[in-house]
């Protein structure tokens, strides 16, 4: 239990999708405009980042990985099909989003109608695949790659709100105007990593 | 297709219409693999070449796609193209693929590649989707190269593996041995992916307030 709280803390404040590894910056830095709509798009990638790590670990162990293939016939034993990870990953994140966007459409079309665009982008957002890439990496197990993936989303959500929140507020500060907007977005962005960070030297 | 037109397609997305600066996309490659020149060539250059191909595939297909299953179509196309790009890697460059570790795989949902694929293979012929590819994947490519050179030059002080600053530098050279170069001490923000992201944000606010059409007012 301990362990995968620990994991939760890491994947979420010390090793942060966004902040640390700057995955998932388009679309992070395109709908930080409002909290509202920022809230919504973080609940998303933490629902499709916690599906989609686990199923994908399941797949790998059972289909891909060399020796997986031994429950059919004895003879596929040294069969691998790692090189076909990749396809299949983003087969099921596609899915996964589809299923999501029919949820929210259903639930809450006004969230659906102002996410628009970046709900189908979701499919696209690089911290979704990092999450598997990485999970892969670290050889974690089916229940602590589900952490990870729950940990790794919440990560997303604190950090695009937060950016959402000081957005909002620093529109009417006097910042020279061809900083505004993209550029400044940039710069807190760097301040933030920067105070996450702080974060690295905690030994979990 | 006139002349003028083919020379836009390439030198357009080089700085006015920059994917990274201008577009937003691709973004979290360009801010993670920037630590030095190497790693920015070969992300620059694997990513145009997926760019290109996959519009060039894609813009031939694309009379023949259902508009229901496009972005599972492209995704296949991407990641089969992307699968092909990190296996070459693998086999002719190790050392570099296992540096770069994930982020080749991640080039799959690099939206320049999905962007482009939307915006521009999906209504163009295939020859100007293909140099639209080629000149996104360079407009790409030289962020990553001036991001990557400021970051190796001061994080390290050297360029290419050949040391500029520093104890180590031109120490058998003797009237350069005690001047600035010398006196150089090593950034240590630099070395951290976190440069990168002030160093765009920069170049961004560069690039805005010397073509004014880009700024944006909200």
């Known amino acids: 239990m301990g362990d995968l709280i620990n994991i939760f803390v890491k994947s979420a404040f010390v090793e942060n999708m966004i902040l640390i590894y700057f995955l998932g910056m388009c679309s992070y830095l395109a709908v930080s405009k409002s909290v509202k709509t920022a809230l919504g798009l973080g609940a998303a990638v933490i629902f499709v980042l916690g599906v989609t790590a686990p199923v994908n670990w399941i797949i790998r162990e059972n289909l891909l990985v060399e020796g997986a293939l031994s429950w059919i016939s ?6 691998s099909l790692e090189f076909l990870g990749l396809i299949i990953y983003i087969g099921v994140i596609a899915a996964m989003v589809q299923l999501v966007e029919m949820v929210i459409e259903k639930f809450s079309p006004s969230l659906y109608l102002s996410l628009g ?3 189908p982008l979701i499919t696209v957002n690089c911290s979704i695949l990092g999450g598997t890439l990485f999970m892969i990496t670290k050889e974690y197990n089916l229940v602590e790659s589900l952490v990870f993936g729950l940990g790794s989303g919440f990560g997303f959500f604190l950090a695009i709100v937060s950016l959402a929140a000081i957005r909002e507020k620093i529109r009417y500060s006097n910042i020279p105007a061809p900083l505004r907007g993209l550029g400044m977005a940039f710069i807190i962005t760097g301040l933030m990593g920067l105070a996450f960070m702080g974060l690295m030297g905690i030994k979990l | 297709m006139s002349d003028v037109n083919t020379k836009k397609l390439i030198t357009d997305p080089l700085s006015d219409n920059n994917p990274i600066t201008v577009q937003i996309l691709g973004v979290c490659s360009a801010l993670a693999v920037t630590g030095n020149i190497a790693n920015a060539l070969v992300m620059g250059v694997a990513v145009t070449l997926v760019t290109a191909f996959s519009n060039l595939t894609i813009s031939s297909l694309r009379n ?7 972005l599972i179509v492209q995704l296949v ?10 296996e070459a890697l693998k086999a002719f460059a190790y050392d570099l693929s296992k540096e770069l570790s994930v982020y080749i795989g991640l080039i799959i949902t690099n939206c320049i590649v999905m962007g482009r694929l939307e915006a521009f293979a999906m209504g ?9 590819g080629i000149g996104n994947g360079l407009g790409y490519a030289a962020i990553l190269l001036i991001v990557g050179t400021i970051r190796e030059l001061f994080g390290t002080g ?19 041995k005690h001047g600035f170069f010398h006196a150089f001490f090593h950034n240590g ?24 059409e880009l700024v944006d007012i909200s």
């Open chain 1, 117 to 119: 665009i970046f709900l």
């Open chain 2, 64 to 70: 023949y796609i259902p508009g229901r299953i496009r």
């Open chain 2, 158 to 176: 050297s360029l290419l593996g050949f040391t500029f600053f520093g104890e180590e530098a031109f120490h058998n050279i003797s009237f350069l």
């Open chain 2, 77 to 86: 196309v991407i990641a089969a193209l992307v699968t092909l790009v990190g």
């Open chain 1, 74 to 79: 004895p003879s596929l034993e040294n069969v």
């Open chain 2, 189 to 212: 923000l630099m070395v951290l992916p976190i440069a990168s992201i002030f160093i765009i944000g920069i170049i961004i606010w560069i690039q805005r307030s010397k073509n004014q």
């Open chain 2, 124 to 132: 163009n012929k295939p020859l100007p989707s293909f140099l639209d």
